[in-house]
């Protein structure tokens, strides 16, 4: 397992390529956010996949996706009018967004469910890796499903070690917290896990159920 120290606000851009392009060959990564670390892979390899839940000890619950930009984010969601508002409003940032998930996306992504999870974090590491892999990279913590998200790349190492291929070590995230996570395929949308950014200032935007 290869250990990759960068600089949080500029990168190695040579390093992220060199990452990126292992994860679009399906190897397993721990990347930092502007939350938690997290375990990326090629969402759309089944097998990169399967992997991930292997890895976690975790049942098959639905997985989220980081994308880079907008125009990703329609090739593998649909963007209602609500999900639309809420990017433009706190993209990037700590919120993950769920719509109607094209077909595309893998069923064992999303354990069988017509929805994804939608994620552009605040931060240059997961984004410049899915735009250099050019494909969805799965976002979900680089941890032991049960056991606490990790914000520094040590607790990765301690709880994850050899079973990942790769780690990028961009020091402690900043927020120290997971996403908040809206489905805005319900009428109101609803607040299905309240994290980083507080619900008072989604409903600034658009009315939301808690």
């Known amino acids: ?7 949080p606000n500029d990168p190695e851009e040579d390093v992220l390529r060199k990452v990126a392009e ?31 839940f292997k890895i976690k000890g975790r049942e098959r ?3 989220s996706i980081v994308i880079p930009s907008l125009k990703m984010a329609n090739e593998f969601g ?14 990037p940032g700590p919120i993950t967004i769920v719509v109607r998930k094209r ?14 999870g939608l994620r ?17 990279i799965t976002s979900t913590s680089a941890n032991v499903s049960g056991r606490p ?3 520094r790349a040590e607790d990765v190492l301690k709880e994850l ?26 009428k109101p949308p609803k607040v299905l896990r309240l994290g980083a950014l507080p619900i008072e200032r989604i409903r600034e935007v658009v009315e939301v159920e808690q």
């Open 149 to 151: 998200s990790p914000t």
């Open 78 to 91: 649909e963007i209602n009018e609500i999900a639309l508002k809420l990017m433009k409003a706190f993209f």
């Open 103 to 116: 077909d595309v996306l893998p069923s064992i992504l999303t354990a069988g469910s017509d929805k994804v």
């Open 22 to 52: 292992m994860i679009r060959r399906g190897k397993i990564v721990a990347y930092p956010t502007d939350t938690v670390y997290g375990l990326g892979t090629n969402a759309l390899n089944e097998r990169a996949v399967e992997r991930i």
């Open 1 to 7: 397992m290869k250990v990759y120290r960068v600089d």
């Open 161 to 186: 070690g050899d079973r990942i291929d790769a780690l990028i070590d961009a020091g402690e995230t900043p927020l120290k917290v997971e996403s908040t996570v809206i489905d805005t395929t319900t």
């Open 61 to 63: 619950k639905p997985i």
């Open 120 to 136: 552009m974090p605040k931060h240059v590491v997961p984004l410049k890796l899915a735009e250099f892999s050019g494909v969805p």
